[in-house]
């Protein structure tokens, strides 16, 4: 499956520190307001929301918070409403990019992405022109430690999943995007508990970096893109060669 070498391991590391900064409970904040926002309020009755309930419990957003979100979204605290926006793009070498943003002011939010793919040599794109290029699916992760893919795979294909790889330490469930709460709750009923649940853009084909200067360029519009305070997701289609990336962490 496209996406998942040791540059993909990095990114889903990265992430997992991001939560000890806090900035995990931003995203998950914006996309719990978002689902509330075009669903309503009531998890019972909104899929997204349970969802994105779901993933914030999972990276242990406190419930305070996740009540606050539900409330921002739905209008009760008031101010600006959060908008979904997507951003499409191309970095050095024509590497694609989607950024995924959640905001209250779309100017702000344009101009910073626009910001970072200029000053990294790359540039914002027409909607729909990098977009074809990736797929979109629901992904769960849960550890792999003790967990046998026989025992995953079943719970997952009973619960409406397309596919189940490994991806080192964990296995990576994908599911068609309207079937990712049910796989989800069906491998917690099977006493699986995901450590990340949400919808993605895989790419169709990826795009193996071998130069080191090209390479260190992509991770760093990578990382600035993903550090923006609006950004939910960044998604892209390179890869760094295995003997490059081993060059690169060394």
């Known amino acids: 499956m496209a996406g998942h070498n040791k540059w993909s391991k990095v990114k889903h590391i990265k992430a997992r520190v991001d939560v000890i900064r806090g900035k ?13 926002r075009d669903g309503g309020g009531d998890p019972a009755m909104n899929a997204r929301l349970r969802a994105a309930i779901d993933n ?3 990276v242990s957003m406190p419930k305070d918070n996740i009540e606050r979100a539900i409330k921002k979204g739905t209008g009760e ?3 600006e409403m959060i908008q979904e926006v997507t ?36 540039s914002v794109a027409t909607p729909g022109s990098v977009a074809y290029q990736f797929d979109r699916k629901g992904e769960i992760r849960v550890s792999a430690h003790g967990l046998e893919e026989d025992r995953v795979m079943e719970a ?4 409406g999943a397309d596919d189940v790889v490994r991806d080192e330490d964990e296995w990576v469930v994908l599911t068609p995007p309207v079937e990712l709460f049910a796989v989800g709750s069906a491998l917690r009923e099977a006493g699986m508990e995901p450590i990340s649940q949400k919808l993605v853009s895989l790419p169709q084909n990826s795009s193996v ?33 295995d003997e490059l990336l081993a060059a690169l962490e060394s």
């Open 209 to 241: 970096i071998a130069d080191a200067a090209q390479a260190k360029a992509l991770m760093k519009l990578y990382d600035q893109l993903d550090d923006l305070g609006d950004t939910l997701n960044v998604f892209t289609n390179f890869e760094i060669a």
């Open 156 to 159: 997952a294909i009973l619960g």
């Open 24 to 36: 995990v409970f931003s995203k998950c904040a914006h996309e719990i307001a978002i689902a509330a």
């Open 77 to 79: 605290l008031g101010g």
């Open 56 to 58: 914030a419990k999972s």
């Open 87 to 122: 951003y499409e793009g191309y970095g050095p070498g024509g590497a694609a990019f989607i950024v995924e943003a959640a905001t209250d002011n779309l100017n702000r939010t344009a101009a910073d992405v626009r910001s970072v793919f200029s000053k990294a040599g790359g």
